[in-house]
């Protein structure tokens, strides 16, 4: 009984890791993306009227 509750514990920590992973690396990726626009917008301000 204990080996099953192990191994329940140890799946639930392993996809607990990968989701972890996946939202770090799709924040960085959401950060330079955000960062690209703001420069792409910045060097073309002059174009921009209000």
Do not use: P, W
């Not at 799709?26 to 002059?46: F, T």
């Amino acid at each position: 009984m204990e080996e099953k509750t192990y191994k329940i514990m140890s799946g639930s920590g392993i996809m607990n890791v990968i989701m972890g992973i996946s939202a770090i690396a799709l924040g960085a990726i959401a950060g330079v993306m955000l960062i690209y626009s703001g420069v792409k917008l910045l060097s073309n301000r002059q174009g921009i009227t209000f």
